[in-house]
Nanobody, 117 residues
Framework: QVQLVESGGGLVQAGGSLRLSCAAS????????MGWFRQDPGKEREFVAQ????????YYADSVKGRFTISRDNAKNTVYLQMNNLKPEDTAVYYC??????????GGQGTQVTVSS
């Protein structure tokens, strides 16, 4: 079982930046890939970014490519999402997830990101 706690969300103007953090516990953090997802009310949860267990490989949704950067610190059991040049359409609750045996598992409360125009 893995426990995930997201933080770092907030209200920001368009063009601004935020850095999200996700602290993990309960399993060996460095064993698995991590990802960020987001969900706006009334919409399905969508993939944002993922990073391999070592941090050597990353992958992004087209909508955030070039603006967001995912990273991890295995010594701190934490994954980050640096979000720059935020747009109103980035407004959502952001969740982190661990890829355990091919399945994304979240479970945290998420952190709200609101971008005003």
């Amino acid at each position: 079982q893995v426990q995930l706690v997201e933080s770092g969300g907030g209200l920001v103007q368009a063009g601004g930046s935020l850095r999200l953090s996700c602290a993990a516990s309960g399993r060996t953090f460095s064993d698995y890939a991590m990802g960020w997802f987001r969900q706006d009310p009334g919409k399905e949860r969508e993939f944002v970014a993922q990073i391999s267990w070592s941090g050597g490989n990353t992958y992004y949704a087209d909508s955030v490519k070039g603006r967001f950067t995912i990273s991890r610190d295995n010594a701190k059991n934490t994954v980050y999402l640096q979000m720059n040049n935020l747009k109103p359409e980035d407004t959502a609750v952001y969740y982190c997830a661990a890829n355990i045996r091919g399945t994304w598992r979240s479970g945290g409360q998420g952190t709200q990101v609101t971008v005003s125009s």
